[in-house]
């Protein structure tokens, strides 16, 4: 029962305002951070139970705030609408002495996928994704919590991978020498780059293609899922979330650098999906969007190396290396992004439309 006992779930659940009857609890080894339990009925999968990581996120409550003011934009005709079951005493979560937990339904015959081949299913992330923020674009970004704070700043992470060098074992900085020269030659190319200019929007913030969820029968897109990190941020973050996910055939953690690719007609079909909505970025914005596809998988590299230099504890792992590995992965894809950047922009520029004003 992953690492909670089947009795504590179900006492979990209880507190929880469902009709009582017998559920199947199953662990979902899913994210690097919560963990996950799909509730099931005698017919079919009905709920998604997840405890909601304390060490990670501090602010339990702005974080579900965030959420709750989310999910009342995010529901249309083409845009699946998800649940909090609230608690018996009306509360969107539960906080008992393992932590705080959280219950939401389940869309029935739906889907994840880590990577695809199919522009079909990349074209549809892309319009679900712009779908997203074409519904959430007159939220008030004041409404929403910094759960944690410049979550995807550069200079932060930078700050944060100094420290870990300066303190990091020796045997660890030198198994991550090359990364570590990766790394400050990176940050010299992706500073040049003036992003702070640019329109704040409320963003999903973790926008990678597993946390969109398609329709079993006919893979259209019908939602984004795991809404933790909802809060401000700069639309060229979730664009350049999905894009290293997407266009990218292997997975995240990929150890063999060969099969890291970056696919052109992926591509073009994920920014052809987003301008299947009506307009809603700015030329600015336009313009920014391919530093996405290189900074998003920069910055996730540079986290998971600093973990690693700080003996792995935010994300967690499976084996010694992991963090290394996903960090050589992400850093050889910031480096394919980035030989593909005049051809990024080339693209989007031509595909889409600023908003009119
Ligand atoms: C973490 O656990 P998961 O997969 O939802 C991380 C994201 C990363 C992701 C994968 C709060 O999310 O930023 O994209 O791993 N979330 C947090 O690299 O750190
Ligand atoms: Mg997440």
Same mark, same amino acid.
């Given at each position: 029962m992953g690492i909670h006992s089947e009795d504590r779930l179900k006492s979990i659940l209880s507190k929880f305002d469902l009709v009582e009857q017998e559920y199947v609890i199953n662990p979902l080894n899913i994210g690097y951070i919560n963990d996950t339990y799909l509730i099931s009925d #005698?017919?079919?999968?009905?709920?998604?139970?997840? #405890?909601?990581?304390?060490?990670? =996120?501090?602010?339990?409550?702005?974080?579900?705030?965030?959420? %709750?003011? +989310?999910? #009342?934009?995010?529901? +249309?005709?083409?845009?699946?609408?998800?649940?909090?079951?609230?608690?018996f005493l009306g509360k969107s979560y539960l906080e008992d002495s393992?932590?705080?937990w959280r219950l939401?339904?389940?869309? %029935?015959?739906?889907?994840?996928?880590?990577?695809?081949t199919s522009t079909k299913i990349a074209f549809e992330a892309g319009r679900i994704i712009g779908k997203f923020h074409l519904l959430l674009a007159d939220a008030d970004v004041r409404n929403y919590v910094e759960t944690i704070p410049q979550f995807h700043s550069l200079q932060l992470r930078e700050r944060q991978f100094q420290v870990a060098l300066s303190t990091a074992n020796k045997e660890r900085s030198e198994v991550a020498n090359e990364a570590i020269l990766f790394t400050k030659e990176m940050l010299k190319r992706l500073k040049a780059f003036n992003i702070s200019n640019l329109p704040v929007r409320v963003c999903h913030n973790d926008t990678k293609f597993n946390n969109v969820l398609f329709s079993k029968k006919t893979n259209t897109a019908l939602c984004l899922i795991d809404l933790d990190t909802i809060m401000k941020g700069y639309f060229l973050y979730d664009f350049g979330d999905a894009t290293r996910t997407i266009v990218n055939m292997a997975p995240e953690d990929e150890q063999e650098l060969s099969k890291i690719t970056f696919e052109r007609d992926l591509f073009e079909? =994920?920014?052809?999906?987003?301008? +299947?909505? %009506?307009?809603?970025?700015?030329?600015?914005?336009?313009?920014?969007?391919?530093?996405?596809?290189?900074?998003?998988? =920069?910055?996730?590299?540079? #986290? +998971?190396?600093?973990?690693?230099l700080n003996n792995d504890i935010y994300y967690k792992v499976t084996y010694e290396n992991q963090n290394l590995d996903r960090c050589l992965s992400l850093f050889d894809f910031t480096e394919k992004a980035h030989n593909q950047?005049?051809?990024?922009?080339?693209?989007?520029?031509?595909?889409?439309?600023?908003?009119?004003?």
């Amino acid at each position: 029962m992953g690492i909670h006992s089947e009795d504590r779930l179900k006492s979990i659940l209880s507190k929880f305002d469902l009709v009582e009857q017998e559920y199947v609890i199953n662990p979902l080894n899913i994210g690097y951070i919560n963990d996950t339990y799909l509730i099931s009925d #005698r017919v079919a999968p009905k709920y998604i139970l997840q #405890r909601v990581n304390h060490n990670v =996120f501090k602010d339990i409550d702005g974080l579900m705030g965030n959420i %709750e003011n +989310a999910l #009342r934009f995010l529901c +249309a005709n083409d845009y699946k609408k998800i649940e909090l079951i609230s608690t018996f005493l009306g509360k969107s979560y539960l906080e008992d002495s393992t932590g705080f937990w959280r219950l939401m339904t389940y869309l %029935e015959n739906s889907t994840t996928y880590n990577t695809t081949t199919s522009t079909k299913i990349a074209f549809e992330a892309g319009r679900i994704i712009g779908k997203f923020h074409l519904l959430l674009a007159d939220a008030d970004v004041r409404n929403y919590v910094e759960t944690i704070p410049q979550f995807h700043s550069l200079q932060l992470r930078e700050r944060q991978f100094q420290v870990a060098l300066s303190t990091a074992n020796k045997e660890r900085s030198e198994v991550a020498n090359e990364a570590i020269l990766f790394t400050k030659e990176m940050l010299k190319r992706l500073k040049a780059f003036n992003i702070s200019n640019l329109p704040v929007r409320v963003c999903h913030n973790d926008t990678k293609f597993n946390n969109v969820l398609f329709s079993k029968k006919t893979n259209t897109a019908l939602c984004l899922i795991d809404l933790d990190t909802i809060m401000k941020g700069y639309f060229l973050y979730d664009f350049g979330d999905a894009t290293r996910t997407i266009v990218n055939m292997a997975p995240e953690d990929e150890q063999e650098l060969s099969k890291i690719t970056f696919e052109r007609d992926l591509f073009e079909s =994920f920014v052809n999906g987003i301008a +299947a909505n %009506e307009p809603f970025l700015t030329q600015q914005e336009l313009d920014s969007l391919h530093i996405g596809t290189v900074l998003m998988p =920069f910055l996730h590299g540079i #986290r +998971a190396l600093t973990d690693y230099l700080n003996n792995d504890i935010y994300y967690k792992v499976t084996y010694e290396n992991q963090n290394l590995d996903r960090c050589l992965s992400l850093f050889d894809f910031t480096e394919k992004a980035h030989n593909q950047m005049d051809y990024m922009q080339k693209v989007i520029l031509k595909v889409l439309k600023p908003i009119k004003h």
